[in-house]
């Protein structure tokens, strides 16, 4: 199950499942400390009418999710038929306020005056297991208050004539053999329990008194700070400006800051452009305040795999940035790049991934191969934030703020790379290669430490560093020398790489891969034997495109990585299928470049949000949704398109 909407305010963040309910609620980092209990339930919505009651998730319901295409607000429609009742919702996280809002209207289809219960239900495990958490009623303030430490929650709704909940219920969520707090709705009343502590949740109800055919407005929010004194100061700045006038601020910053996009969005076609805005609106959310760019927040992954994808990459955040820097976005590529300078580490290299407060994550990679002592990285990390600062540079023209991280990261990152090499070989050292599984010398990864080394030589020389000119540029020179050992000339492609041995000989991979290709064309350039990126593309066509029903193209021959039909070679992406289009894009094959973007546009869910794969089969999604990169790559190919270079 992905999340069709991601909404937030690069400190608070919040996912919305495919029924429309909260499924992960972050703060105070983007990505970091997910405070709901997405891993087992949902925060429930529910119905009662005349003695029948339902759970918008209990299949009974018609749902539709979409989210605007020029501000980052859901808007979301529930119907049950059977019950003749439909609820609308406009959903936001505050621009300015760490307040997650939704303003639903209740809507009565039946010809008969009928009072309609609405429960709003609340279940956060802000602890661990949610062992030590509180959740309690506080009378003066008519709010319900959920808290642990230095996280307060506070909780509340009220109609379009200020009149608050009515009834409410606090209680124990899955301990001591207790289901949770929401059963107490199912009957229609809630028992005004206050108070309790160690796994909690809570439910409010909103009585609505409709006519025929009537409807009414519920403002409902949950507000996030380091302490009660502080939520309560948010809560009344809602009560006080009312939901009207925060959404339609907020409506306001995202349409500012889509504005900045504006002209460079100019030439592209009338068909993509709610798709693009969307992807942009994909990317801020998922960019913490701090710096860090989280590949996604989608929590479901955890329950397939061991662990989340809330994590910056140091590659995936420097791919979601590009089309930010193309389009003339300054503030979010700053602190990315500040994000990267401050954990480089001191010998000049970026670790597998990061937390979005700069504490290292979790990895797989081994500090030991074959007994041999070596470090845990991909190199094609360090040198992509290289390189992006040069693109960075090439269209901001900001020479001051390059400048100033020259010595703190463009000459340690550049150092590290040069001398991390063979002597045997003159090419770059083994390392994980960019899909995270196999050690060795890759092909992406040379193209990409090659450029980063000539775009560091242009700074070097730019900033009178003559030594480090020299330097680099002779180590991209070896790399050029020795691009040979990457051809598989049997299949006349380029090869996923070489693990060097003990008595110098050459392992080689010959593994078909898109990044080959990709890391050539892109990377590599002119430099490279550009007969041979054709080939290699020729032999893609052939083998990996198209080789499912869904269409698309996988990483690489024999992909296992949530492999979901093992006729098949792997799984679609949205990455490699783009990189793809990127290719037809550069030699003048426009229309087999739109076909694979109209593919992408038509496999994102229906509003808008595109996963990392989809199934083989059927071309449903797989893996987390959203993924950033996907939605970077996407932009970028249409930027391609509209010759925005």
């Known amino acids: ?51 029948q009651f ?60 009928r009072i309609v219960r609405l429960f709003m239900h609340q279940v956060f495990e802000i602890s661990r297991r949610g062992r030590a958490d509180t959740a309690l009623f506080v009378p003066e303030e008519n709010y319900i208050l959920d808290y642990k430490g230095r996280y307060s929650l506070l909780i509340y709704g009220q109609d379009k004539n200020g009149v608050i909940f009515d009834q409410f219920a606090v209680g124990n969520y899955g301990i001591e053999g207790k289901e949770g707090t929401f059963k107490d709705a199912e009957d229609g009343e809630l028992s005004g329990s206050a108070v ?85 609106m994909m990317i801020k959310v998922h960019t913490d305040k701090r710096g860090g760019i989280i590949a996604s927040c989608d929590s479901s992954i955890y329950n397939f795999g061991r662990d989340y994808y809330s994590y910056v990459w140091p590659r995936d955040g420097a791919y979601a940035i590009w089309p930010l820097i193309r389009l003339g976005y300054q503030e979010e590529p700053k602190r990315f790049f500040g994000f990267c300078r401050d954990i480089l580490t001191k010998d000049g290299y970026l670790m597998h991934k990061y937390q979005p407060d700069r504490a290292i994550g979790s990895t797989w990679h081994p500090l030991l191969h074959e007994r041999h002592k070596e470090l845990a990285i991909q190199e094609d990390e360090t040198a992509i934030i290289i390189y992006m600062l040069g693109e960075y ?111 110098s000989s050459l392992d080689f991979d010959n593994t078909l891969d898109v990044s080959s290709m990709y890391g050539a064309m892109m990377f590599g350039g002119k430099d490279f034997d550009n007969n041979m990126v054709k080939s290699t593309m020729k032999a893609l066509e052939e083998t990996l495109l198209n080789s499912s029903p869904s269409g698309g193209a996988p990483r690489y021959e024999h992909d296992q990585y949530f492999a979901a039909d093992s006729r098949y070679l792997g799984n679609p992406w949205f990455v490699t299928t783009l990189w793809m289009a990127q290719y037809y894009v550069r030699n003048d094959q426009v229309d087999k470049a739109r076909e694979l973007v109209n593919w992408t546009v038509q496999h994102a869910l229906p509003s808008g949000v595109l996963s990392e794969q989809v199934n083989p089969n059927d071309g449903t999604p797989l893996s987390v949704t959203p993924l950033v990169w996907s939605h970077a790559e996407l932009i970028n190919t249409v930027l391609d398109l509209a010759n925005l270079g």
């Open 196 to 280: 309790e502590h160690g796994g909690v949740d809570s439910v409010i109800r909103f009585s609505c008194d409709l006519g025929s055919e009537g409807s009414t407005q519920i403002d409902y929010w949950i507000v996030a700070a380091d302490s009660q004194y502080g939520a309560e100061q948010i809560h009344h700045v809602l009560k006080q400006q009312k939901l009207d006038q925060r959404l339609a601020a907020t409506r306001r910053y995202w349409h500012e800051w889509l504005e900045v996009a504006a002209s460079g969005l100019q030439n592209i076609e009338a068909s993509c452009q709610d798709m693009i805005k969307k992807s942009l």
């Open 393 to 503: 540079f090439a269209h901001s023209n900001n020479e001051d703020f390059v400048f100033s991280l020259y010595t703190t990261l463009v000459q340690p990152a550049c150092n590290f790379m040069a001398n991390f090499m063979d002597e045997q070989t003159r090419l770059p050292h083994a390392s994980y290669d960019l899909w995270e599984e196999k050690f060795l010398t890759s092909t992406y990864t040379i193209a990409m430490v090659y450029r980063a080394l000539l775009v560091g030589a242009d700074f070097a020389d730019r900033f009178e560093y003559p030594d480090d000119n020299v330097a680099w540029k002779d180590a991209a020179s070896a790399i050029l020398n020795g691009l040979g050992a990457f051809y598989d000339s049997d299949r006349a492609i380029y090869r996923k790489g070489f693990l060097l041995r003990e008595d």
């Open 54 to 113: 339902s759970w918008v998730d209990d299949g009974n319901w018609t749902i539709n999710i979409n989210f605007e295409s020029d501000s980052l607000v859901s808007n979301i429609r529930m119907q049950h038929f059977g019950m003749q009742v439909e609820l609308l919702f406009y959903d936001f996280v505050d621009h300015d306020l760490n307040a997650f809002c939704r303003q639903i209207t209740v809507i009565n289809h039946s010809p008969k005056h």
């Open 1 to 51: 199950m992905g999340r069709p909407v991601m909404l937030g305010n690069g400190q608070l963040t919040v996912g919305l499942n495919e029924q429309g309910l909260v499924h992960d609620f972050y703060y105070p980092y983007v990505g970091l400390e997910n405070l709901s209990t997405a891993r087992s339930t949902d925060h429930k919505i529910g119905i009662w009418i005349d003695g």
